[in-house]
């Protein structure tokens, strides 16, 4: 899967600043898996199941799973 912008350094932009870290990108940051699939995957899931697209649910979890599989995000700088 490719995607035209760079979702991690978007990322690092709109949040450049905040003190706090998400807690999923902890999980990424350290290398664990995240709860993607029981969060954004169940409500894309649950939607195909009732013929409702979800196309937002289901890009976030694809983008989160090679994430996950490619262990793409580095720790940020001002990370404890």
């Known amino acids: 899967?490719?995607?035209?912008?760079?979702?991690?350094?978007?990322?690092?932009?709109?949040?450049?600043?905040?003190?706090?870290?998400?807690?999923?990108?902890q999980d990424l940051v350290r290398g664990r898996m995240t709860e993607i699939g029981q969060m954004n995957g169940a409500v894309a899931a649950l939607g195909a199941a009732h013929g409702i697209p979800c196309p937002v649910n289901a890009?976030?979890?694809a983008m989160i799973k090679v994430a996950e599989a490619t262990r793409a995000l580095k720790?940020?700088?001002?990370?404890?």
């Not at 035209?4 to 999923?24: P, Y």
């Not at 720790?75 to 404890?80: F, L, T, V």
């Open 1 to 25: 899967m490719a995607f035209d912008e760079d979702f991690v350094a978007l990322i690092d932009r709109v949040f450049a600043g905040v003190r706090t870290i998400a807690s999923m990108r």
């Open 59 to 61: 890009a976030l979890t």
């Open 75 to 80: 720790q940020p700088r001002d990370a404890a």
